[in-house]
């Protein structure tokens, strides 16, 4: 990673060149704040984020995306938009020349 920049609170660009890293986005769900009530499934245009079948220590279920659906995340943001308790994160990826 080369520097950092901040969009808002929620969307962090890294920047990085195509050789060091081969995905566009990655997305970061915050368990402890989660409430699981899936506005960020039915926001996703991928529909790649589903409910788990794990509890945080609210006794809450949360949302993940499985193993192999996280490269088809577009980094849109359309989670973070609706998420009321702010707990995704958006990681993009800026390719340099």
Do not use: H, W
């Amino acid at each position: 990673m080369k520097k950092f920049c901040r969009l808002g609170i929620l969307i962090v660009c890294l920047y990085k060149t195509a050789e060091e890293d081969k995905s566009m986005a990655r997305v970061e769900f915050l368990e402890n704040v989660c409430k699981g009530c899936l506005l960020c499934v039915a926001a996703c245009p991928q529909k790649i984020i589903v409910q788990s079948d794990r509890f945080n220590q609210s006794g809450y279920k949360v949302v993940e995306i499985k193993s192999a659906d996280k490269d088809k995340c577009t980094g849109c943001a359309s989670c973070v938009m609706v998420c009321p308790d702010m707990a995704i994160r958006v990681y993009r990826s800026v390719k340099q020349s």
